[in-house]
C-alpha cells in the first residue's frame, strides 16, 4: 500500500512517538490535516515491518545531540536528497533521549539512524542492524574528544579540586549510552579514581550536550560533561554562554557517531545509501557546495566515510575495559560472584568481535 500525504503534513507530530512521512519543507498543518495524517499512520505498521516493500516509508532516527528541533532542521537537506536517491519516502524519529532512541531501535521503529558508537553496537549485535558509514569532520581526526567542564572565575578552581571531593560538586551529564557524556569520563577519568559519576557528585542534571554546558554557564552545576566537536558548535550558538566556561580535562580519542541501517532492507538498498553518504558534499559545483553547507550545520560534519561493523571493533573495545573496570571496583559479596561477572563479559566481548568481525 502506498500513501500519498500532503506536503504539509510534513511537522505534524502525533503523540506517542508515531512517525509521519519526511517530504518536501511546508508550512505547518492545519489541525484537520493532523487527523488524516494520523489516521493513515494507523495503516502503516504493517507494512513498515514487512522490510521488503519497496513503497513503505523508511524511517530515520536522529540522536538528540542538541535540541530536538535543532537536530531535525539540520538533518532536513541530507535526508531531502537521500529520499531521491533511495525512490522512497524517508520521515525523521525525534527522539528527545538515547533511551528514547534505543527504544525504538530496540522495537524495529526505525530502518536507519545516526547513533553513538555505543548504541550503533547494540544496534549491530542486538537489533539486526549493520553500519553503512562514519561521520568525518573538518579537522581530520578519526573522533573526538570527551570533555569535563567548569565555568570560568567559579568555585571548582582546577581538576584536581574534582577528584578529591566530588561530592562538594554538582555534575551535569550525559546519559548512560552516551559515549562521551558519560562512558568515556566514567572510564578514563572516575573510575580510576574510585569516583562513581552516578553517586559521588551532590546532585546531577542528565541531558544533552548543549543543555550539559547551558547548565554550568548559567550556575546551575559546577561541572559538565561534553565533547570537543559539539562544545565547538555550542561556541558559535552561545558565544556569551561560552566565554563563561573553560576545559578541565579531556579524554583520548572517542569515534565518531555511525549510520546504521536495518538489515532486512538488503545489499541493494545498503549500497545506495552507502554511495549517496560517501559522495554527499564531495566534488565540486553548486549542488556540491550547497551539501557542504548542510554539512556544517549538522554539527559541522565534512562527510561520511563508507564503514562496515568491523569499525565498531574499537567500540566494543572501550565498553569491554568500561565493564571490567567497574567490575573490579564494585563491592562483591565473594570472589567467585566477582569472576562470574568478569567471565560473562569476556564472553560477551568475544561474541560482539565475531559478530563484528564477519561483516
Known sequence: MHWTVPQTMKNVHITGGTPLPHTARAAGPTRRQAVLAAAAVACWPLALRAGEDARAPLRFGILPIGGMVDSRTGWE???????QALGRPIHMFSATSYEGLGEAVRRGEVDL????????????TQHDMRAIAQVTRHDGLPGYRALLLAREGGPVRDLEAV?????????????KRSMSGFIVPKLQLFLPRQIDIETRFQGDIVGTHQRTALAVANGEADLATNNSADFERFRTQFPAETARLRVLWQSE?????FIVLRNAHGD????????FLAQYGR???AQAEQQRAALKGLHDFAGFLPADNRALLPVARLTRQLDLDSAHSATWINDAARQARLARIESQYATQVQMLSAD
Not at 163 to 175: C, I, K, S
Open 163 to 175: 577528584l578529591v571531593e566530588p561530592g562538594r560538586w554538582r555534575l551535569a551529564r550525559g546519559e
Open 253 to 257: 580519542l572517542v569515534p565518531h557517531g
Open 113 to 124: 539512524a545516526f547513533l553513538s558508537g555505543k548504541m550503533a553496537l547494540d544496534a549491530v
Open 268 to 275: 541493494a538498498m545498503r549500497g545506495r545509501a552507502q554511495r
Open 77 to 83: 537537506p541530507l535526508l531531502d536528497e537521500l529520499m
Open 283 to 285: 566534488g565540486s559545483g
